[in-house]
């Protein structure tokens, strides 16, 4: 039907509340009384504001809707059975059922859905993103309104979501709250204060728009205005959770609770009982996305034996692949030192500075993805751990985002252990379907950083801090999942294992292992995950199964992780000596801080002598 008065919008919210309860009561799982209290800003939103061509998701014009309090997922759920995209019967025997797209909190598994969420704090970081996209990148008039949970407004992330609203002017942003006064085990920090809410977001450079979130005329005034604002709106809406349903209505105690099924039959009576509506909102003005000029991917080119680090490296290979006008960058106030400003430098118009704020960086790239555009995120390895609950998230998202992480591990030096990436590898190589990627000299950074372009997933870069020499030509290959023998003779005694600094200190051990008559094999274990198991088992074959690996990392989920997964994948036994840095580094040089991690150059050739000397 199409909605025509205020009636009939209440009519639409008591549907939406009367399937939240009764999904969640047939799951026996879920949270209808957080669903009920936003029940009438997200009926008037699908109504009359939302453009949303529901037969099209893919369409690039459409508004999008984020419900950044995912746990709210049987309010969604009702809202797409009222758009008529999915039935009565999928909504009662699907919700959170095993093997269903109805998941209990929502996914882009369901076409109508961009990220997502759940984890709270992330949906509004989330939506910056595509509203970065559609002022600066689209240049489409779509909206972006996040529902957003008053006791999710703890979170700092979300604060930082604001303030970059504010900075980018994300006129096309609302974010909506509803304040409904309670949270999970209580009431919330500010309670029903508006006035506090509301000073916060102005001080943060948004537009606050206080309202009773039960009002249809209010409401729909405030959504209208949101549309017109010139900067973010935040709409606070003032709500009782479980509102309609006398005994649970603004009560503790009924968070993340269906109601029993006597229970949930009265509220249904009490809510006026079942319908079926299914509403005709306002459809997207027809639009396409801006498109630029596609230009030639030339890679920077490295001569044999200089000295470049692989951040350097991997900015100048990020502004070549800058050529692809897809390719957008993202920095955490660090572009000199990650060398992101190499791509900033020549397109500034797809360089989007975050500031200290790796959580809304990272969120921001989800969001881009979102829209189809090929983000990398750079910032020091070591803060992109600050970030860690979002890359998790993403990959939940679906999203197509690549990740850079400078100055890692104890070779950074004299900055100490604060800014030293040591946990990196294995936080990276524990994301689902990540691909980590580790490269050591110039040639292999800048030929992989054109690889993550083309490549699906959350796909991470590890880069060092110091200069070391170019090992590879300008025209060798380095696919994904693979790996290089560096050095090898028939005679080899042992296999050398390092990536990044490790590789070169790898190097050094060999000569010096060769004064000593003994031949050694290296290998560069560029490419992480997927790893090349073929090729380490290839080496161990060949050098009487002896191994030593080196790395830049703490010993727990690393290279040396990796590198026994794939011996025990393979069934194949190995002797490994694990060099890694297993005490708490301070500060120094590098050569210092390798020394005593022992991961040095002498130290490795030592484990090599004690496995071939047995
Ligand atoms: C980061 C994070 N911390 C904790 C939780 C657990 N949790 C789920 S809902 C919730 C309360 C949310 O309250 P609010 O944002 O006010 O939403 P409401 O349900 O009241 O509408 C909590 C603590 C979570 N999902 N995510």
Redesign the pocket.
Known sequence: MTVQTLDDIHELAQQLRVDSIRCSTAAGSG?PT?SM?AADVMAALLTRHLRYDWQRPDDPANDHLIFS?G??SPLLYSMFKAAGVITDEELMTGYRQFGSRLEGHPTPVLPWVDVAT????QGLPDGVGVALAGRYLDELPYRVWVLC????MA?GSMWEAFDKAAYYRLSNLTAIV?V?R???RGP?ELGWDLDAYAKRVEAFGCHAIPIDGHDLGEIDKALGHAAEADRPTVILARTR?GRGFDEVEDREGW??RPLPAEMAERAIVELGGERHLIVTGPRPEAGSPRTRPSGEVSLPRYELGAKVATRLAFGQALAAVGARPDVIALDGEVGNSTHAEEFAKKYPERYFEMFIAEQQMVAAAVGLSVRGYVPFAATFAAFLSRAYDFIRMSAISQANIRLSGSHAGVEIGADGPSQMALEDIAMMRAVHGSTVLYPSDATSAAYLVQEMAERSGIVYMRTTRGAYPVLYPPDETFPVGGAKVVRSSPDDQVTLIGAGVTLHNCLAAADELGRDGISARVLDLYSLKPIDTDALVAAASATGNRLVVAEDHYPQGGIGGAVLEAFSDANHRVHLIHLAVRGLPGSGTPAELMEAAGISAARIAQAARDLVRG
């Open positions: 949270h957080s209290s309090k746990h709210a759940g984890s709270l704090g949970g008053d006791s999710e979170e509803d409904n309670l949270g999970q919330t959770k968070h993340g």
